[in-house]
């Protein structure tokens, strides 16, 4: 069963807009910076705890991200319906991730 969670379609490119927009639009008072990885496929991805936002890029990368609950549970995901976009998540600390193809991931952390 697929869980409703946010995605923002982000308006900007450069990490201190990205930023910018997570703390506006995600309420996300506390993003500080963004590490941005390609993950390898297929892999279990479980961000640091500090994590308060996932931006995936599929403007530059192509490929799908696939969350889930820390029970093996799908949550949601976010693929080819948004090539051409980056995509803000707000994040939840029980959550995981895999990617499928060759994906750019930012983890936003915050204090």
């Known amino acids: 069963m ?66 889930y609950e820390n029970q093996g549970a799908y949550v949601n995901g976010v693929g080819t319906e948004e090539a051409g976009n980056r995509v803000i998540i707000p994040w939840e600390g029980s959550w995981w991730f895999y990617v499928a193809g060759t994906l750019a991931v930012g983890l936003v952390s915050g204090s």
């Open 2 to 67: 697929v869980k409703e969670i946010t995605k923002i379609r982000a308006k900007t490119n450069t990490d201190d807009e990205l930023l910018k927009e997570c703390k506006e639009e995600a309420e996300c008072n506390t993003c500080d910076s963004i590490t941005w990885t390609e993950p390898t496929k297929g892999t279990r991805i479980d961000p640091p705890p500090n994590t308060v936002a996932v931006v995936v890029d599929l403007i530059h990368t192509r490929g799908a991200i696939r969350i």
